[in-house]
């Protein structure tokens, strides 16, 4: 495989796993994010400390299941993935906008990753999980329902 046939898959493989991880947060699925990860995962937010193992992975997301946010979305864009030729992993980068949306008031986080993967066959896993949350704008509560155009109103 030449480098860049190496380039588009390893990005192509690397869009399938944050799509799974944007899922998975988003439907609070701990079984699947534990499936994302490897069992020695790192997670860093913010510049802080270091944290170790896929239980201290995991506790990110059930702290964030523990807010009880009616609907979240989260959007990865920007992706990029490149193998890292010693270790055979892969240092990716993207952007992530994460909607929390209830009632009372609206959420949207802006940020990054500054991820590492592995390849773990034809996918990839998240050996470092590092969120750099950047900014969030605050706005009204969101309506829980839509009326489609040409629908009646219900």
């Not at 946010?69 to 193998?83: D, G």
């Not at 390849?119 to 969101?142: C, N, Q, Y």
């Given at each position: 495989?030449?480098?860049?046939?190496?380039?588009?898959?390893?990005?192509?493989?690397?869009?399938?796993?944050?799509?799974?991880?944007?899922?998975?947060?988003?439907?609070?699925?701990?079984?699947?994010?534990?499936?994302?990860?490897?069992?020695?995962?790192?997670?860093?937010?913010?510049?802080?400390?270091?944290?170790?193992?896929?239980?201290?992975?995991?506790?990110?997301?059930?702290?964030?299941?523990?807010?009880?946010?009616?609907?979240?979305?989260?959007?990865?864009?920007?992706?990029?993935?490149?193998?890292?030729?010693?270790?055979?992993?892969?240092?990716t980068h993207a952007y992530f906008e994460a909607k929390l949306l209830s009632d009372n008031e609206?959420?949207?986080?802006?940020?990054?990753?500054?991820?590492?993967?592995?390849?773990?066959?034809?996918?990839?896993?998240?050996?470092?999980?590092?969120?750099?949350?950047?900014?969030?704008?605050?706005?009204?509560?969101?309506?829980?329902?839509?009326?489609?155009?040409?629908?009646?109103?219900?």
């Open positions: 495989m030449n480098r860049t046939t190496d380039i588009v898959t390893t990005t192509a493989r690397a869009e399938r796993l944050y799509y799974r991880y944007a899922r998975a947060v988003d439907e609070g699925d701990l079984d699947e994010l534990r499936a994302l990860a490897t069992p020695d995962i790192k997670v860093t937010r913010g510049g802080g400390k270091t944290k170790e193992g896929v239980e201290a992975f995991l506790d990110v997301y059930r702290a964030h299941n523990a807010l009880q946010i009616p609907v979240c979305k989260h959007v990865v864009t920007n992706i990029t993935a490149e193998p890292q030729a010693a270790d055979g992993s892969v240092a609206t959420k949207v986080i802006i940020g990054y990753y500054d991820d590492i993967h592995v390849v773990d066959g034809d996918e990839h896993r998240l050996a470092h999980k590092k969120i750099v949350a950047e900014r969030v704008l605050l706005l009204p509560g969101s309506a829980g329902s839509y009326t489609y155009v040409g629908s009646a109103a219900p």
